[in-house]
């Protein structure tokens, strides 16, 4: 199992100074990496908000190892290619570290899509994450992108520069108990269950995938537990990776450099 530090880009950790020095501190702790929140906002006491791209990049500038990304990224807000070439810059500038933890967002947390006019419909959203993957993929192979959907138009655009490795890992955020994000995402890199309630849960989950896939070789099950959590029964059951969650609402950075300083649960 790998261990990652997860943090909300909120308040004091908006600043990307402070979270590429406390990336810079996991390194050193022995960490595999540091994965940060995607949202435009967050219910009271959150106040300040950082972008979920620029600060992975200073995070990129001041590592040389750790995994970085965002986790996750709610990609129907987001212009395909736009995120396409976003993903590569990042990718190329921290040297093949990124992983592209994708999914359909939610309202209830924040109402960050209906206040700010995006498409609150799950099935909509869902659509225009299936169709942005395919372009994202289609991308990344440095062919021409002919893409005629129902939410996204590319025609024949070729992108360049290719990502280090030619591709970028892409993690499937969803409800472990939802069939569809299950499907989508053993045609990726990863599913990132998210809400689990126990490593029990996380059992049944794996069994879905395996059952879907045929085989797990080459694929990442990511699970986010409280710093405290005995993380061996969810390693037991099949996690990859394990994600250090934290409270947004008291969050500080002497809270997660605590943590950092105190080393992954190996």
Not at 39 to 63: E, F, H, K, Y
Request: charge should be neutral.
């Amino acid at each position: 199992m790998r261990f990652a530090v997860w943090v909300p880009l909120f308040d004091e950790l908006a600043d990307p100074l402070t979270v590429a020095r406390l990336a810079a501190a996991a390194e050193d702790a022995g960490w595999d990496g540091m994965f940060v929140w995607d949202q435009l906002g967050w219910r009271a006491p959150v106040t300040a908000v950082a972008d979920p791209w620029i600060v992975p990049a200073a995070v990129a500038a001041s590592t040389e190892r750790l995994r970085i990304g965002p986790m996750v990224t709610p990609v129907a807000r987001r212009r395909p290619v736009k995120l396409l070439c976003e993903a590569t810059t990042l990718d190329r500038l921290s040297g093949g570290r990124l992983k592209l933890g994708v999914g359909l967002g939610s309202d209830r947390f924040a109402g960050e899509f209906s206040r700010s006019g995006e498409e609150v419909d799950d099935r909509v959203r869902a659509g225009q994450l299936d169709e942005s993957l395919e372009i994202l993929k289609a991308g990344w192979t440095g062919e021409p992108v002919c893409h005629h959907g129902k939410h996204y138009t590319v025609d024949s655009v070729r992108f360049l520069p290719r990502p280090v490795a030619g591709r970028i890992p892409i993690w499937v955020a969803g409800f472990p108990g939802n069939a569809r994000p299950l499907r989508r995402t053993v045609r990726h890199d990863g599913f990132f269950p998210v809400n689990l309630t126990s490593p029990n849960q996380l059992d049944d989950v794996v069994a879905t995938v395996q059952s879907l896939r045929g085989s797990l070789t080459g694929y990442d099950i990511t699970v986010a537990v409280s710093p405290s959590t005995d993380v061996r029964p969810y390693a037991t059951a099949g996690a990859t990776w394990c994600l250090t969650d934290f409270d947004p609402a008291t969050l500080r950075p002497a809270d997660v450099r605590a943590v950092i300083d105190a080393g992954p649960a190996r």
